[in-house]
């Protein structure tokens, strides 16, 4: 895992987000400089981290340095290793890794003590995209179709088979397609090695695709399907029914009849410094101002639109602050103490593995299934996944 951090480290080199230099008192705790990792250069969450950065720099001569990562592992990893503080992350950093599933269950991880700090909640779309020459109208019409499967990163993979179950399909119904990371993917998807990725609408690649000659559709996940979507959110409980205008192709004329769930997720791990997390997320609305217009979807990380019941825990940094404005509920603060038992639950479940012997890690892949199913069951809470 080092290894891979640090060739991802030489090979994308941090970008230093520049601008002209200001000078008003940055929120005490934040140092000169400060480094976040992000989702590849053309995402929307890159995107979104130049414009925060530069507004960063603007207003208090910040230094932002964005590592760019191609899947959950590597953009999750830099904080574990403490080379960023923070991270513009999505649900397989944030959910994934706190639930150790996936990726996240191999030997070398394990459930992570993730927290929240601020979520972007934009008019976005985060759903399956298809080439619209590949005739792709409703999920329904995936079955027989291409779809990107991204490796090492179990929130895309994970996002499209709860998509798929919307429809009663899985990846038996599909052509899998294995890529190395989000961006290639997308490529993928431009250059008709496949049908169907999982993206942001605010992407990059998803304007590129819509400007190519395959053209870009919103396969529609209709609202109406009460049914659709309890298989949906049985797989994936942090998507919500939503109508996207923005992005490519889209507007507010004309909507996308999709799902969605917060991202970025700008988050950290919970040792960190509490004085620090609540400088970034005053610095974060202090700025707010500065790049809400800067990139797509950037409006989503207004205050006015955080929310406080979501499935990964807030740091107590971030807590502070929202205190602070008034915002934070006694339900927001049971919500959050659920979700802080919940981590505890798996920590202790994933130390009861590790005390046992295995023949191999599949043998231990299975113990960690089968106890954390149990562990969770016990408590009256929800596996959600059993295996994987």
Same mark, same amino acid.
């Given at each position: 895992?080092?290894t891979?951090?640090?060739?991802?480290?030489?090979?994308?080199?941090?970008l230093? #987000?520049?601008?002209?230099?200001?000078?008003?008192?940055?929120? @005490?705790?934040?140092p000169?400089?400060?480094?976040?990792?992000?989702?590849? #250069?053309? @995402?929307? =969450?890159?995107?979104?981290?130049?414009?925060?950065?530069?507004?960063?720099?603007?207003?208090?001569? /910040?230094?932002?340095?964005?590592?760019?990562?191609?899947?959950?592992?590597?953009?999750?990893?830099?904080?574990?290793?403490?080379?960023?503080?923070?991270?513009?992350?999505?649900?397989?950093?944030?959910?994934?890794?706190?639930? =150790?599933i996936?990726?996240?269950?191999?030997?070398n991880?394990?459930?992570q003590?993730? +927290?929240?700090?601020?979520?972007?909640?934009?008019?976005?779309?985060?759903s399956?995209?298809?080439?619209?020459?590949a005739? /792709?109208?409703?999920?329904?019409?995936?079955?027989?179709? +291409?779809?990107?499967?991204?490796?090492?990163?179990? !929130?895309?993979?994970q996002?499209?088979?709860a998509i798929?179950?919307?429809?009663?399909?899985?990846?038996?119904?599909?052509?899998?397609?294995?890529?190395?990371?989000?961006g290639?993917?997308?490529d =993928?998807?431009?250059?008709?090695?496949?049908?169907?990725?999982? !993206?942001s609408?605010?992407?990059?690649k998803?304007?590129?695709?819509? $400007?190519?000659?395959?053209?870009?559709?919103?396969?529609?996940?209709?609202?109406?399907?009460?049914?659709?979507?309890? +298989?949906?959110?049985?797989?994936?409980?942090?998507?919500?029914p939503?109508y996207?205008?923005e992005?490519?192709?889209? @507007?507010?004329? *004309?909507?996308?009849?999709s799902?969605?769930?917060?991202?970025?997720?700008?988050m950290?791990?919970? $040792?960190?410094?509490?004085?620090?997390v609540?400088?970034?997320? !005053?610095?974060m609305?202090d700025t707010?101002?500065?790049?809400?217009?800067?990139?797509?979807?950037?409006?989503?990380?207004?205050?006015? +639109?955080?929310?406080f019941?979501?499935?990964?825990?807030?740091h107590?940094?971030?807590i502070?602050y929202? *205190?602070?404005?008034?915002?934070?509920?006694?339900?927001?603060?049971k919500?959050?103490?659920?979700?802080?038992?919940?981590?505890?639950?798996?920590?202790?479940?994933?130390?009861?593995?590790?005390?046992?012997?295995?023949a191999?890690?599949?043998?231990?892949?299975?113990?960690?299934?089968?106890?954390?199913?149990?562990?969770?069951?016990?408590?009256?809470?929800?596996?959600?996944?059993?295996?994987?």
């Amino acid at each position: 895992m080092k290894t891979c951090f640090n060739q991802l480290a030489l090979a994308a080199a941090s970008l230093v #987000v520049a601008g002209a230099a200001v000078a008003q008192s940055a929120p @005490s705790g934040l140092p000169n400089t400060l480094a976040w990792s992000a989702y590849d #250069v053309g @995402s929307g =969450g890159y995107n979104q981290a130049v414009a925060i950065g530069n507004a960063l720099k603007q207003k208090y001569g /910040i230094n932002l340095r964005i590592l760019p990562g191609k899947n959950d592992v590597s953009r999750t990893l830099p904080i574990r290793e403490g080379q960023v503080q923070f991270s513009a992350n999505g649900v397989g950093g944030s959910y994934m890794a706190q639930e =150790g599933i996936y990726d996240f269950g191999a030997k070398n991880w394990g459930p992570q003590a993730v +927290r929240a700090i601020m979520l972007n909640n934009s008019d976005q779309v985060l759903s399956a995209i298809a080439a619209k020459d590949a005739g /792709i109208k409703t999920v329904a019409d995936m079955k027989g179709k +291409r779809v990107a499967w991204v490796i090492g990163s179990p !929130s895309l993979n994970q996002n499209i088979t709860a998509i798929l179950a919307f429809a009663n399909l899985t990846w038996n119904d599909v052509k899998k397609v294995e890529f190395g990371g989000f961006g290639a993917s997308l490529d =993928g998807l431009i250059n008709n090695q496949v049908d169907v990725a999982f !993206s942001s609408s605010i992407s990059g690649k998803a304007y590129q695709l819509a $400007k190519s000659p395959r053209g870009l559709n919103y396969p529609i996940i209709a609202h109406s399907d009460k049914e659709g979507w309890k +298989r949906l959110q049985a797989v994936a409980p942090f998507f919500f029914p939503f109508y996207g205008k923005e992005g490519a192709d889209l @507007s507010p004329e *004309k909507p996308a009849e999709s799902a969605s769930y917060p991202y970025p997720v700008l988050m950290t791990y919970a $040792k960190q410094d509490p004085k620090l997390v609540k400088a970034m997320a !005053s610095a974060m609305v202090d700025t707010f101002d500065a790049y809400k217009g800067a990139a797509p979807g950037n409006a989503g990380w207004a205050l006015s +639109r955080q929310n406080f019941g979501w499935v990964v825990p807030y740091h107590e940094g971030a807590i502070a602050y929202f *205190k602070e404005k008034g915002i934070w509920t006694p339900v927001h603060e049971k919500n959050n103490a659920m979700l802080l038992k919940r981590q505890q639950i798996l920590a202790d479940a994933w130390k009861e593995v590790q005390s046992r012997k295995h023949a191999d890690d599949k043998a231990f892949a299975q113990d960690w299934m089968k106890t954390r199913a149990a562990a969770l069951t016990k408590a009256g809470m929800d596996p959600v996944l059993k295996s994987w």
